[in-house]
């Protein structure tokens, strides 16, 4: 089965600073998509970013971007020029068959 | 496009009892997937239904089942409920081809006493 770990339970950056949050990944998959969603406190589950796995560039969204390296099964979410709004709880997914999620990274912003 | 919404949002029960939780997709939307989120495992899958057929299935107990009508609503009922099911149970819907994005809804936070 696929695995997705994220090995930070828990991050901070300072506002207007950059940060970035590491997933690992486990597949014998050859295509897959993954992405990033964001879960604020109290609030909707929302997506950041998406990155297919054929695609050798990096996906980027404004302030977010990934970097994406297959063959070491891993795919990190960089955020620049840090908001208070960032602060929230991300998830890793994978995405083959079916979604899997890693255990999540609580983002602190400080002002 | 109205949001993915869940019924009820809270919901105490106690244990032994059952519970059906509600989902409405996003219009369109064919697939609907269930997911139990917990502090410290984070998002769990449950099941995912596709025009009214379980494709997916992840590893629970029988006692958490699901179903899907034919306008694409869906139902997640537990039975026998123990006080480790207390948890935010999420649906999420999407067009149903591979790969899409999830949209999630809100969740509805069940506490079992």
């Known amino acids: 089965a696929q695995t997705v770990t994220q090995s930070q339970p828990e991050m901070s950056v300072q506002e207007a600073e950059t940060v970035t949050l590491s997933c690992t990944y486990d597949?014998?998959?050859?295509?897959?998509?993954l992405f990033w969603y964001k879960q604020p406190p109290s609030r909707q589950m929302i997506l950041v970013i998406r990155?297919?796995?054929?695609?050798?560039q990096n996906a980027t969204e404004n302030r977010f971007s990934v970097n994406f390296q297959k063959a070491a099964k891993s795919f990190s979410l960089k955020i620049s020029d840090s908001q208070l709004g960032d602060a929230a709880m991300y998830f890793c997914?994978?995405?083959?068959?079916?979604?899997?999620f890693g255990t999540g990274t609580s983002l602190t912003v400080i002002p | 496009k109205a949001g993915v919404t869940q019924t009820p949002r809270y919901l105490i029960k106690t244990r032994g009892q059952q519970v059906t939780l509600s989902c409405s997709p996003i219009?369109?939307?064919?697939?609907v997937s269930w997911y139990q989120q917990t502090p410290g495992q984070g998002l769990q899958f449950l099941f995912e239904y596709f025009s009214e057929t379980q494709r997916n299935k992840g590893n629970f107990p029988g006692r958490f089942s699901g179903r899907q009508f034919s306008n694409s609503r869906s139902e997640m009922n537990v039975s026998t409920l123990e006080l480790g099911d207390s948890a935010l149970y999420l649906c999420?819907?999407?067009?149903?081809?591979?790969?899409?994005?999830?949209?999630f809804g809100p969740g509805t936070r069940l506490t079992v006493l």
């Open positions: 219009s369109g939307h064919r697939s």
């Open positions: 997914a994978y995405c083959g068959n079916q979604f899997y």
């Open positions: 597949t014998s998959e050859s295509d897959y998509y």
């Open positions: 999420a819907s999407s067009p149903g081809t591979r790969y899409n994005e999830q949209f």
């Open positions: 990155q297919e796995a054929y695609k050798q």
